[in-house]
T-cell receptor, first 116, second 117 residues
Framework: GAVVSQHPSRVICKSGTSVKIECRSL??????MFWYRQFPKQSLMLMAT?????????EQGVEKDKFLINHASLTLSTLTVTSAHPEDSSFYIC????????????FGPGTRLTVT | AQSVTQLGSHVSVSEGALVLLRCNYS??????LFWYVQYPNQGLQLLLK??????LVKGINGFEAEFKKSETSFHLTKPSAHMSDAAEYFC???????????????FGQGTELSVKP
């Protein structure tokens, strides 16, 4: 089946620095990818829709300048958390939809970000 | 706007007992509905999905769910719980295929399933 990978799986950074998270579709092309954030013991909240070759679409309340998304190719989307702060510590998960009907998503394994 | 409500943030059952995880949705158009399972520090794995075909949907690991339009529900069941079923379960809704919001998933709050030996 389709596989989505994320790198890194865990990252610890200091407050004020930037962190880049990669999301790759390994055996299929994805013109659209989605980025979610999940705080401990909470649900997934959609942050933004990453569109290959165009600007990302952000959900209400998500800061575009803080969470930079680049969809450089049909198999890679990156999320950069700029000037990270402890409150940005979270589990970030990406997903890519299949091309068939039903909007089935394949999810990456997630990236645990800890900002100290 | 679409939304999903999962009743009960935590459900505990004994091994071998029936598992019932509740999900109600709100949607102005016929939705696609999903159940995902998440193990600690991992991504989500699809258990099953409803895409306007059969109302009773069978998924992996012995799980199934029934779409009831009159009740706007999509409850997840498994006849006999196994220790390995202990995880977080999420119900999700997506706009009907063809809408301009294709692919977006709106998740419920999640239900943590514990299985006692």
């Amino acid at each position: 089946g389709a596989v989505v990978s994320q790198h890194p799986s865990r990252v610890i950074c200091k407050s004020g620095t930037s962190v880049k998270i990669e999301c790759r579709s390994l055996d299929f092309q994805a013109t659209t990818m989605f980025w979610y954030r999940q705080f401990p013991k909470q649900s997934l909240m959609l942050m933004a829709t990453s569109n290959e070759g165009s600007k990302a679409t952000y959900e209400q309340g998500v800061e575009k300048d803080k969470f930079l998304i680049n969809h450089a190719s049909l198999t890679l989307s990156t999320l950069t958390v700029t000037s990270a702060h402890p409150e940005d510590s979270s589990f970030y998960i990406c997903s890519a939809p299949t091309t068939g009907k039903g909007h089935e998503q394949y999810f990456g394994p997630g990236t645990r970000l800890t900002v100290t | 706007a679409q939304s999903v409500t999962q009743l009960g943030s935590h459900v505990s059952v004994s091994e071998g007992a029936l598992v019932l995880l509740r999900c109600n949705y709100s949607s102005s158009v016929p939705p696609y509905l999903f159940w995902y399972v998440q193990y600690p520090n991992q991504g989500l794995q699809l258990l099953l999905k409803y895409t306007s075909a059969a109302t009773l949907v069978k998924g992996i690991n012995g799980f199934e769910a029934e779409f009831k339009k009159s009740e706007t529900s999509f409850h997840l069941t498994k006849p006999s719980a196994h220790m390995s079923d202990a995880a977080e379960y999420f119900c999700a809704v997506s706009p009907h295929f063809g809408s301009n919001q294709g692919g977006k998933l709106i998740f419920g709050q999640g239900t943590e399933l514990s299985v006692k030996p």
